[in-house]
């Protein structure tokens, strides 16, 4: 994307890249896409084998002919996250101010960029409104901020295994998880 986008943390961002899968195809009226939210240790691979592992993509199961999210029927869009590792600007991305990678002076990114971003590239690719948005845990909390930022864009939100809030447990096992 060309244009900064404002993060919630004050900074202007960009221009920064975005990458992303489509599976299926775009139906004329534009009415048939779908946007797949990734959780935190997912990436753009949602059916396709991993370009670096060569493992099968995280949700086969649920994408393809026939599936739960049939491409024959849906255009089908993951994009790996803004900060993600895969393609999408993240702090192994070269900070154009310094000429380094980002590393830890990466900007800190919240749900909220996240979506915003996902809105954008979805601007670039045409496609104005969705007909569902589904996730799980991070990417749950992503198809909330979806169904409360753009209401109007979003025909269903699917979110799974996620919450709009926190819990003190929650926060907790987090921060274990990040010391660990």
């Given amino acids: 994307m060309r244009e900064p ?47 670096i592992t060569g493992s099968a993509g995280w949700w086969t199961t649920m994408v393809g002919p026939g599936g739960v999210l049939d491409t024959e029927r849906y255009f089908l869009v993951c994009a790996n996250v803004l900060g993600g590792c895969m393609g999408t600007t993240g702090p192994k991305d070269i900070n154009p101010a310094t000429g380094e990678p980002w590393a830890l002076d990466f900007p800190v990114i919240t749900i909220h960029d996240m979506v915003r971003a996902q809105k954008l590239l979805l601007e670039h690719l045409g496609i104005d409104t969705l007909f569902a948005v589904i996730g799980g845990s991070m990417g749950a909390m992503q198809v909330l ?18 919450s709009a809030r926190h819990s003190a447990q929650n926060i907790a096992f987090h921060e274990v998880g990040r010391q660990a």
Avoid: M
């Fill in 5 to 51: 986008l404002r993060l919630d943390c004050g900074v202007d961002f960009g221009p920064f890249t975005i990458a992303y899968q489509t599976y299926g195809k775009l139906n004329p009226e534009r009415s048939n896409a779908i946007l797949i939210c990734h959780a935190l240790t997912g990436d753009q691979y949602a059916a396709e084998p991993h370009p």
């Fill in 145 to 162: 901020q979806w169904a409360s930022s753009y209401p109007e864009s979003v025909f269903a939100a699917v979110p799974i295994a996620g």
